[in-house]
């Protein structure tokens, strides 16, 4: 039942980070800086100390009472995670919601997963999944069964972006409005980028174990033999998050500057209070996706599981996203059918990775 909790818990979140972009959409008039700090504020600044308020008493006294060296390496892997998350939004732009979110997630998904087991397998901790343990149990089989899936997933998905720009050139659509911001070459380099670093959010979620730690304790104490606390890492994602708005604040103002874009907060000529709703929705959504992970996460534990999961619940969510906004518009049936086939296996590989919990 734990798992079944967990799975379903992953789910939401997915479904609300392979979501979170689609109000971005709806901004008129501004450039894709503005409205990401914008959107960003909500997310990392304004929402999660606010979600650790509504749910976890004294959250501020867990911070003030944590060591520095943990404080500061959690933040830093929020800074390297920023990154990520900032070419998270150019790797989007770049390839659509589909795809760019396919290759990103896909490849943070692997490294997210399983770095943590390898670390452990280096400095052993009690209650930590290792590599080994994955190697030589029949649930961690399953479970690296799962990643592999996952990856062949990622392989099709990207295969089928391949094919979709060599048929819009070949159709003379690549410029039309629809896809004027598609780049292939430029896209896949950034999506790298951001995959990589993107995992830094699973590291920080291990550096800073100790204050979700703490709050979990405080929370058992008061409610004995009810398992764990669900929001016990909203205390967390304060530290890492703010580290990810250092990252983004800077490249947003340094753009606003460039590109002489500082007027879009204030231009009349803009629907403002539209894009300001829009913007606080999709930062508000996106924090949603690890509101609810960290609910999965207390149900499974931050193995290799709960990260593949989550990741793969995104690719799932953005790629459905992808069809409905006919971002594979103009494709032939076979790269469509190449798409859904990706589609297909990373659906596989979450059957598979909960399974591997099931018998865990």
């Known amino acids: 039942m734990q798992v079944i909790f967990g799975v379903f818990f992953h789910f939401i979140g997915g479904f609300a980070s392979g979501s979170f972009y689609i109000p971005y959409k709806k901004i008129k008039g501004w450039a894709w800086e503005s409205y990401w700090i914008v959107g960003g504020i909500f997310s990392w600044f304004i929402v999660p100390p606010l979600a650790a308020w509504l749910t976890i008493p004294g959250f501020a006294d867990i911070i003030s009472h944590t060591s520095t060296s943990v404080i500061g390496w959690t933040y830093l892997m929020g800074l390297l995670w920023g990154i990520g998350g900032l070419t998270y939004g150019l790797g989007v732009r770049y390839l659509g919601v589909s795809l760019g979110s396919t290759i990103i997630l896909g490849l943070c998904s692997v490294f997210g997963a399983l770095i943590p087991s390898v670390y452990y397998d280096i400095f052993p901790k009690a209650g930590k999944d290792t590599f080994s343990m994955l190697l030589h149990t029949p649930w961690g089989q399953m479970v690296l069964l799962g990643v592999l899936l996952c990856v062949a997933g990622i392989v099709i998905c990207g295969k089928a972006g391949m094919m979709k720009e060599r048929e819009l050139s070949a159709n003379g659509q690549i410029d039309q409005q629809e896809n004027k911001d598609y780049r292939f070459g430029l896209g896949i380099l950034v999506a790298i980028i951001s995959g990589v670093l993107s995992a830094c959010f699973n ?154 919990n099931s018998i865990k």
Not at 238 to 262: D, E, H, V, Y
Not at 331 to 355: D, N, P
Request: net charge positive; proline share 1%; with cysteine.
């Open 203 to 356: 590291f920080g979620i291990e550096a800073g174990k100790s204050m979700a730690d703490t709050a979990n304790q405080i929370w058992q104490a008061a409610h004995p033999g009810q398992g764990n606390f669900l929001y016990q890492n909203n205390v967390t994602y304060i530290i890492i998050l703010w580290g990810g708005l250092t990252t983004n604040f800077i490249w947003c103002m340094m753009l606003n500057a460039r590109n002489k874009t500082f007027d879009n907060y204030t231009d009349k000529k803009t629907p403002l209070l539209k894009n300001y709703l829009f913007a606080a929705l999709a930062g508000t959504t996106w924090f949603l996706q690890f509101f609810f992970y960290g609910m999965g996460e207390s149900k499974m534990g931050n193995g290799a599981s709960s990260w593949i999961l989550h990741m793969a619940f995104i690719i799932l969510i953005a790629n459905m996203w992808g069809l409905v906004l006919k971002e594979w518009k103009g494709v032939s049936k076979k790269t469509l059918t190449t798409i859904l086939a990706g589609i297909a296996v990373i659906i596989l590989s979450v059957l598979v990775v909960g399974y591997g």
